[in-house]
């Protein structure tokens, strides 16, 4: 059994800095701030770039 850690990660999104944690399992990025989660597979798209992406769309929803 394998053990996964979350990664850091922020991004500068509409003037301000948004942080959270990625996951990388299943060829998919799983993203969680203190508010909300979010998933998508990594499509050709490095994880880090991924996560970035998915925490702007976390903050447009409210949940970042």
Known sequence: MSRQCWIEVSTEYDGKVISGAYIVDENAVTVRTVLGRKRAPLSGLT????????????????MA
């Open 47 to 62: 994880p880090v770039h991924l996560a970035k992406i998915l925490l702007r769309k976390l903050d447009r929803e409210g």
